[in-house]
């Protein structure tokens, strides 16, 4: 099971990784902070409060949608191992109760491996940090957080739940029918998805309102900050859960520069033939992006306005400037979790597929395709995904990172655009790029070495 499950731990360590930390270091900074300044500003404290539980909630979020997303994609490929289970007997609710098990298993044992590795990482934080500058001398940084366990058990709820959903289409599926291929449903299935359509479509609106409203209340108190999240939160849901709908026509708009030849045309089609797969193998880069680029300009137009808000007060604002640094430089790394989790779903979600296309490559090989265009067929698909992601995920960080300054900040700097952070930016580009090649390279390999006789003889 372990080294089945491999993926899935490693995902749930990462998630809960990001969480814990994120949680312990909101601590270990709030402990951090200069005592004048919160005195002078009991404002500053209000708002401090309730950014690092929104912090805290995002962490959780991502992991959560992320790993579900993971975890998904495994089961679909595994439609062959639950179909045989199913020939010899196996009910359908037990084949689910099984996968269930092995997902909370999984979850458990990636969340306690990543709550460890945060304990230790934020243990050298305050031994290391007030020797090399990074933290004030004397003060008592906590370690421990009950909010850091909830963080474990939802990494492990969630990925229970994520088995349960995910082997719940395979489930009803013939047992004889499914032993032949992977379960996925192609583009006219995926489309005639009425409820999920729906709901997609209320989340999104109502999510896109309340942030309206957050940005326009934001000019009046810093509480609206709550309104826009929740908007950002219900929005962002929306995007996900109709991810089979709007990620085929924006990798259908990006295909355009690489529809030329043969592998590049196959490429393409590839992603418009599955749209629940293309969607799985984006969206989770889409969210690393996202959140990426949200820090950054969050962080980056909240340093712009606050100190433009409190340039009255040069105590004040020096405090400020302090404070932020130190913030900027942590969660600037606490983020980067978000797109190592994002790269490893891009890399499972790449080698789930060369796998379940065992045949449609050999195929390709008997018909004249050589070793080398179907590397580059793999290649191209890799490419295709991760610039649409990171073109759309660039796209909704800056939005959404101004609209939680500006719904912050708003009432004492009035409306600003955003502050875009751009070496971060460039950084994230390049990042992509790196994972585009990376993330195809072991599919790649596997997908040419494919016989192309014993392709075709697999069932």
Not at 143 to 160: S, Y
Not at 188 to 214: D, F, K, M, N, Y
Not at 441 to 450: D, H, N
């Amino acid at each position: 099971m372990l080294r089945e499950h491999a993926s899935t731990l490693i995902v749930s360590a990462l998630s809960a990784l990001f969480a814990v930390t994120l949680i312990l270091f909101t601590g270990i900074l709030t402990a951090a902070i200069d005592p004048a300044v919160i005195e002078e500003s009991g404002t500053f404290r209000a708002v401090l409060m309730m950014v690092a539980l929104i912090f805290i909630v995002i962490a959780l979020y991502v992991g959560a949608i992320v790993t579900a997303n993971t975890f998904s994609t495994i089961i679909a490929g595994r439609t062959r191992t639950i179909a045989l289970l199913r020939l010899v007997g196996a009910s359908s609710a037990r084949v689910r109760s099984r996968v269930a098990g092995e997902g909370l298993v999984a979850g458990l044992l990636g969340g306690v491996a990543g709550f460890g590795i945060a304990v230790a990482l934020c243990a050298a934080v305050t031994v290391w940090g007030p020797q090399l500058g990074w933290l004030p001398e004397g003060r008592d940084y906590p370690l421990f957080d009950p909010l850091a366990l909830v963080a474990v058990g939802i990494v492990a709820l969630t990925t229970w739940a994520a088995a349960w959903t995910g082997s719940r289409r395979v489930g009803r599926v013939s047992p004889i029918a499914a032993t032949g291929a992977a379960v996925e449903l192609p583009a006219e299935q995926s489309r005639r998805r009425p409820a999920r359509t729906v709901w997609a479509t209320i989340l999104l609106v109502s999510g896109a309102a309340l942030l309206a409203i957050g940005i326009v209340l934001g000019l009046a108190t810093p509480l609206a900050l709550l309104i826009s999240f929740v908007g950002g939160i219900l929005s962002f849901t929306g995007i996900a859960l109709g991810a089979h709908l709007i990620m085929p026509p924006l990798l259908r708009l990006s295909g355009r520069a690489f529809g030329r030849g043969p592998s590049g045309r196959l490429a393409v089609a590839n992603a418009g033939r599955f749209p629940e797969r293309s969607a799985r193998s984006t969206i989770g880069l889409v969210i690393g992006v996202t959140l990426v680029t949200m820090f950054a300009v969050a962080l980056a137009s909240y340093e712009t306005m606050t100190l433009q808000a409190f340039a009255h007060s040069p105590a004040l604002r020096a405090g400020l400037s302090e404070t932020l640094a130190v913030t900027t430089a942590v969660f600037t790394g606490l983020v980067g979790f978000s797109a190592v989790i994002a790269a490893v779903g891009l890399v499972n979600t790449l080698s789930l597929s060369v796998l379940q296309r065992t045949r449609e490559l050999g195929l390709l090989r008997v018909l004249g395709f050589t070793g080398a265009q179907v590397r580059r067929m793999v290649l191209v698909e890799s490419a295709q995904m991760t610039l649409t992601a990171l073109g759309f995920g660039l796209l909704l960080g800056v939005f959404y990172g101004w609209a939680a300054a500006q719904s912050l900040l708003g009432s004492q700097a009035g409306l600003m655009a955003p502050t875009v952070p751009w070496p971060i930016i460039g950084g994230v580009a390049v990042f992509g790029l790196v994972l585009a090649l990376v993330a195809a390279a072991a599919p790649a390999r596997r997908a040419i070495r494919v016989s192309p006789v014993a392709a075709l003889a697999a069932q």
